[in-house]
């Protein structure tokens, strides 16, 4: 029978089954002619891919977790390189996925059912119907004596339910006017989802009354059974809805039967309850419910019901409606109500079917095997994408940074807030206490002095590996032009220079980048030096800061003075500009839009893409939200700074009316102008120190680069010059002389009589004047030497 009951009492849901397809050529050409790839990895890919089809849905699967994540790794990839080698007809990988019928299997001559759909979302879904499949099957495995084997059947059946659902949901479109076989038509798959829920909360149920504590709640254990009756009821309708099929029905009579067998224990618990609450009539009319229902059960329930013990129950039911007839009959005379009217039992739905999310991925450890499956096309967008955004990112920080610059400048020269907090003419500005203990906090000006000595070292420490790595091409560049000009035509291989081209070009533009770094460098240590006075004072402890600071004249009698006030609220204003203008940075810098999938997606559709067309709108719908904070902030600025400056202007005339604190406010305002330093200074530093970090890892990967290169040529140089060599040699060797001299011939004659050549002789020519031969020891012939001048 296709569709299993367990001798445990759970229901297997089967698996579907698929046959064996060649996904190789169709994915080779379709990748071959959109995105001009063919290297050995991505084909190796492919391959892969191929075989975790086949291990996932043409093997047999054991009810075990790791098929559970064989299934899971197929469907993570499935779903990811359909978004980039779609499965179809029309501009895709024309590949037909069969999938044969789960419930009717095959009859004399003919075979079982199957459906074949070139289309990959129909291939997902039936990988995904297998998915919750094996999820009935191992959560009708677990050990079920155990809460934690409980837990975990519970939790296979929630995510089972979820994937049905969800399947239910989708198939129609997907499938169109084809014909579904009979596993995936939608009462199927609805049945399936309760069938699933239900047996959810049948483990919560044993879960439940295997507690003791539980066991004192009688009348939360009955609305937990009653919830499960109920589901089964609806399960065996929804299997009452299929198209007559043997294992269908079969399934609907033992949910039929389960429905019962809940019924029973919900009516018990309610009437044990009833009983201890001195209830007597109502428990005697329920259990007077249940004996009928367990006779029923006990003849004909052995075959769906294999672990429930109808008879035993029946018995132990009977037993405490007599001893509660009993008690009522001789002591408390309580009315037995009619069954119809008794109060229905609430139920407690506890199992649910867990939503189905399409976009998170099932395996644990998801490596996407098609990554770098990206169209040169969609490369170059992203590139230009990116540019554009990073452009208009830094655009928007520096007109953020730029006004906070004015602002802090404008501030500083009024010596506000400070100047609003000294109106006493003795005492420390708070807002100056509050500086002083922030860089304190901070370290002092000790972190800055060690920056500004780190940068120097590590501006060094990247242009000397720049520097080497310019060396070694320039050294491997002459070495090969000497060659050159030592073998002129023979040296045959590509010029350095032209080789070398691309990293030359972007050692250039690190070189540009260092000397940019090196100014910015400079610039900033100036500003430390022009603010020094300033930092060094509010570096000291508050006693000596007070005495740092001159004082003067009292002018108290304005601190409730107007002006005062509508300058306090004006410089609590600009504080609160700059809070939000913080905020606005830290936004824009975060905010992002990957819109890889959106440039594969066009040029998928309409085969060519402009990504001018696309990038501009995506960054307005990004940005355009943020870019009118910004400028809304600017505007609001320029209003609130004039307002500053006339109120501070009048403020500065009440002040002379009421005593002159020139030298005062000049501490003052230094200090308020090294603390806006201080500030700049220290995110700069930190900056630039990272900066300088991810500089030497650019630059160790650039080297890398160069001497990748210089190896390899050097190889290269060394074969060429064997190869050279050799060629020398056997040119050399066979090119004859013109002439030999005659004292060679004579010995050559006489070590041929004493002894066989070693090689073929020479060819001689005749001598012009006859020489008289002289005797030499008998040796080898020695090598030809240069003729007597």
Not at 308 to 337: C, H, M, W
Not at 517 to 545: F, M, S, V, W
Not at 561 to 579: G, M, N, S, Y
Not at 676 to 691: I, M, P, T, V, W
Request: proline residues 5%; glycine residues 4%; negative net charge.
């Amino acid at each position: 029978m296709a569709y299993e009951v367990e001798p445990g009492r759970f229901f297997n849901i089967p698996l579907k089954k698929s046959s064996d397809i060649d996904l190789v050529k169709p994915m080779e050409t379709f990748i071959k002619n959109t995105f001009d790839k063919t290297d050995e990895d991505l084909m190796k890919h492919v391959r892969e891919f191929s075989t975790l089809r086949r291990n996932a849905v043409t093997k047999p699967l054991d009810k075990s977790i790791t098929s559970l994540n064989s299934l899971y790794q197929y469907y993570d990839q499935l779903t990811a390189v359909s978004k980039k080698v779609p499965f179809r007809e029309a501009n895709g990988a024309h590949v037909s996925f069969p999938w044969k019928d789960s419930l009717q299997k095959a009859k004399f001559l003919s075979s079982t059912p199957k459906l074949s759909i070139v289309d990959g979302e129909f291939e997902r879904l039936c990988v995904l119907y297998n998915i919750g499949a094996l999820m009935s099957q191992i959560g009708s495995e677990a050990n079920l004596q155990t809460d934690d084997g409980l837990k975990i059947a519970a939790k296979y059946f929630q995510e089972s339910a979820g994937i049905f659902t969800y399947i239910k949901d989708r198939i129609m479109s997907v499938a169109g006017t084809e014909s579904l076989t009979a596993d995936l038509a939608p009462e199927v798959l609805n049945a399936y989802r309760c069938i699933m829920v239900a047996q959810a909360q049948e483990c919560f149920f044993d879960k439940a009354s295997s507690d003791a504590n539980m066991q004192k709640k009688k009348e939360m254990l009955a609305k937990v059974a009653m919830q499960a009756s109920y589901l089964y009821t609806e399960a065996a309708k929804a299997f009452g809805q299929t198209e007559s099929n043997e294992s269908l029905n079969y399934c609907q009579t033992a949910c039929n039967a389960k429905k019962d067998m809940f019924e029973c224990q919900a009516q018990l618990y309610q009437a044990r309850a009833a009983n201890e609450g001195k209830q007597f009539g109502e428990s005697i009319a329920r259990y007077r419910i249940i004996e009928p229902i367990l006779k029923s059960l006990s003849k004909s329930s052995a075959d769906f019901l294999p672990n429930f013990n109808a008879r035993k129950l029946l018995t132990i039911a009977v037993s405490e409606k007599e001893a509660a007839e009993k008690d009522n009959n001789f002591i408390y005379n309580d009315v037995i109500p009619k069954s119809s009217s008794l109060i229905p039992i609430s139920k407690a739905a506890i199992a649910k079917a867990k939503p189905f999310n399409e976009n998170e991925k099932l395996s644990a450890k998801f490596t996407d095997m098609f990554a770098s499956l990206v169209p040169l096309t969609v490369h170059n967008a992203l590139e230009s994408y990116e540019a554009r955004r990073k452009e208009l990112v830094e655009r928007q920080i520096e007109r953020i940074r730029e006004q906070n610059t004015l602002v802090n400048g404008v501030m500083s020269s009024l010596n506000l807030p400070a100047a609003l907090e000294d109106i006493s003419g003795s005492e420390v500005p708070a807002s100056i206490l509050e500086k002083s203990r922030t860089v304190v906090a901070k370290g002092g000006s000790a972190p800055i002095d060690q920056l500004l000595q780190e940068l120097p070292e590590a501006l060094a420490r990247n242009q000397e590996l720049l520097t080497e790595s310019v060396r070694i091409l320039n050294e491997e560049q002459a070495s090969d032009a000497e060659l050159r000009e030592k073998f002129g035509e023979k040296w045959r291989r590509k010029p350095s220079a032209e080789l070398t081209s691309p990293l030359r070009q972007e050692a250039a533009k690190y070189q540009t980048i260092i000397e940019n770094a090196q100014k910015a460098d400079a610039i900033i240590r100036g500003k430390y030096e022009e603010n020094k006075e300033g930092i060094t004072l509010l570096c000291l402890p508050e006693p000596q800061l007070k005495n740092a600071v001159p004082s003067a004249s009292p002018v108290a009698a304005l601190k409730d003075h107007e002006v005062v006030r509508e300058l306090r609220q004006l410089c609590e204003q600009v504080e609160t500009l700059k809070v939000e203008r913080e905020v606005m940075e830290t936004e824009i810098k975060t905010a992002q839009c990957d819109l890889t999938d959106k440039f594969i997606q066009v040029l998928a559709e309409e085969g060519v893409l402009n990504e001018e067309n696309i990038s501009p709108g995506e960054l307005d719908r990004i940005y355009q939200p943020l870019i009118s904070q910004v400028s809304e902030s600017i505007d609001r600025q320029e209003s609130i700074m004039a307002n500053v400056q006339r109120a501070s202007e009048q403020f500065a005339v009440l002040k002379q009316q009421g005593g002159g604190i020139t030298s005062r406010e000049d501490v003052l305002k230094k200090m308020a102008a090294g603390f806006d330093r201080y500030q700049e200074l220290s995110a700069h530093l930190q900056e630039g120190n990272k900066f300088y970090g991810d500089l030497t890892e650019l630059l160790l990967k650039l080297q890398g680069k160069c001497s990748d290169l210089v190896f390899a040529r050097k190889t290269e140089k060394e074969e060429l010059l064997k190869d050279l060599q050799q060629n020398i040699l056997s040119s050399s060797s066979s090119a004859a002389p013109t002439e030999v001299p005659a004292y060679q011939r004579e010995q050559a004659v006489y070590a041929q009589v004493k002894k066989p050549p070693a090689r073929p002789p020479q060819p001689q020519q005749a001598p012009a004047t006859p020489a008289q031969p002289t005797p030499v020891a008998a040796s080898a012939p020695e090598p030809p030497k240069p003729a007597p001048r």
